[in-house]
């Protein structure tokens, strides 16, 4: 390891991790702009290696990689798995394709795509609406979206891939791999491990930098001035949502590997569970087959295209991710337990496992101060105690773009919807299929139905109790930005 960071230390201060790609080297994909996540483009400039990255050629195969750490969970998200009812699942189905059409007749969505997942089953799946409104192109189950937020789990399901392997461990220092990495307190930087920035427990104010980042200055610059930020707590003490710090394990992979990111994603998750549609980058999401594109409303129920926009693709490993509905069945069936070959059970137990409490997610929508007891942040997921259950949830947005992912492991039942445009009404769509799944009370939480209570946004008994108006009006919070996921 010191042989290692030595050369990585030397590598960042005379500029050969950031500069040209050697002769030798010019056929590695890179991105200027990108960083180590992102696939080449061919509009590219030309090629360079990332800041703190060691270039393929100069890795020293004698260093020994850091041992596996025991991965430990603080509690078990993954009890041994129970059936639900057979009849309660039909009725979920038939009631999920009645909101749907009601979605549907309100125009509600430019598109949509979702399925139920039930004991490594696809039990239910259905799409709507277009691709491009424009050309009514339909979507189809295999029609590729951007994840924007849901692509966290991918980053940290190939870390802890990776994990397993011995390339690092959990609590591997990013002082040791990234010898651009400075906080404020520089005795917390020296502290802050792989663990803290996958948890999103760095210490950072919340979403530090996006608005940096939506205004298009380069993530290698922004990673660069995190000890600019004043720090809310230590390392490792409370609970701050990031995109640009997160990211950097984009950076520790490529340290540690010698390998770009993307390409680990690809070779060990993708690949593996079949889902033969997804991938990362702009360029990749528009040269699809089939594509969405982000649509604004256009007046009376109509939808206009637009063209996606760039920023968050350049923090890939925390929005880079674009799938279809076909990719996202095989990855909540790999989530809950059915693909031990490439995610085994104790890897999972520690990526669901609560690394931080997140109290503000108790109360950011109707359907969660109803519902949520207990809220956390995992390794790239989100963990809910709902109506007694432990749900493993998260929610993503970047503009013209929403998505949502959230199963129930004790019952390996999950849903998973995308939608291609700014609506927050589907939203709401998810906790009814988990109420009627748990045998909840029926509660209109998307507005969809007429002759069905509706929680109304300002009021909660705090007892399990709704305190109940007619549906007329929108329910369920909207974000605009995939960085308040």
């Keep these: ?56 050629v ?45 979605l549907d007749e309100r125009h509600a969505v430019a598109g949509l795509a979702t399925a139920i997942v039930v004991d490594n089953k696809v039990v239910y799946e259905h799409t709507l609406g277009y691709a491009n409104a424009s050309t009514q192109e339909p979507i189809t189950p295999e029609t590729v979206f951007r994840l924007a937020s ?28 990234l010898p651009f990495f400075k906080l404020k307190d520089a005795a917390a930087a020296e502290k802050a491990t792989v663990r803290d920035i996958l948890g999103q427990r760095l210490g950072l104010p919340r979403n530090t930098y996006d608005n940096m980042l939506e ?24 609970y701050g949502y990031q995109n640009v710090a997160f990211s950097m394990i984009g950076d520790v992979i490529y340290g540690m590997t010698g390998d770009f990111f993307y390409r ?88 669901h496992a609560p690394e931080v409490s997140t109290p503000v997610e108790l109360r950011s929508t109707p359907w969660r101060r109803e519902r949520l007891t207990e809220a956390s942040y995992a390794l790239g997921w989100r963990v809910f105690q709902y109506g007694g259950e432990t749900l493993i949830f998260h929610a993503g947005a970047v503009e013209g773009y929403r998505t949502m992912i959230g199963f129930f492991p004790k019952y390996r039942t999950g849903v998973v919807t995308m939608w291609n445009s700014a609506s927050p009404m589907p939203s709401g769509l998810m906790p009814m299929v988990f109420d009627s799944m748990l045998g909840l009370e029926h509660v209109d939480w998307a507005g969809v139905e007429s002759d069905a209570p509706v929680v109304a946004a300002a009021k909660s008994t705090g007892k399990g109790k709704l305190k109940a108006r007619k549906s007329g009006g929108t329910k369920a919070a909207s974000s605009k930005r995939g960085h308040r996921r």
Aim: glycine letters at 8%; charged letters at 20%.
């Design 150 to 177: 849901l692509s966290k789990a991918f980053a940290t399901a190939v870390a802890g891939v990776l994990v397993n392997d011995g390339r690092f461990s959990w609590d591997t220092r990013l002082a040791d791999v």
């Design 215 to 238: 205004g298009d200055v380069p993530y290698e610059e922004l990673v660069r001035r995190l000890d600019e930020v004043k720090m809310t707590c230590g390392v490792g003490q409370c």
């Design 58 to 102: 100069a890795i020293p195969s004698q260093v020994t990689p850091p041992p596996t750490q025991p991965q430990v969970s603080m509690q078990s998200a993954n009890p041994a798995p129970q059936h639900l009812p057979d009849d309660r699942i039909k009725a979920t189905v038939a009631a999920y394709q009645d909101w749907l059409q009601k």
């Design 1 to 56: 390891m010191q042989f290692r960071h030595l050369f990585l230390l030397i590598a960042g201060v005379l500029g050969l991790a950031g500069g040209p790609l050697p002769a030798e080297a010019a056929s590695a994909p890179a991105q200027a702009g990108l960083s180590q996540a992102s696939p080449p483009q061919a509009s590219s400039p030309q090629a360079t290696l990332p800041h703190g990255a060691l270039p393929q």
């Design 264 to 351: 680990q994603v690809d070779k060990r998750i993708f690949f593996p569970l079949g889902m033969k549609t997804a991938s990362y980058g702009r360029e990749a999401l528009e040269n699809s087959a089939s594509w969405a594109r982000p649509h604004r409303p256009a007046g009376a129920g109509t939808w206009r295209p637009f063209e996606p926009k760039e920023a968050y693709y350049r923090v890939a490993p925390a929005a880079g991710v674009n799938a279809s509905l076909r990719d996202m069945e095989q990855w909540l069936v790999a989530q809950m337990g059915g693909r031990p070959d490439v995610l085994p059970p104790r890897l999972l137990e520690t990526l």
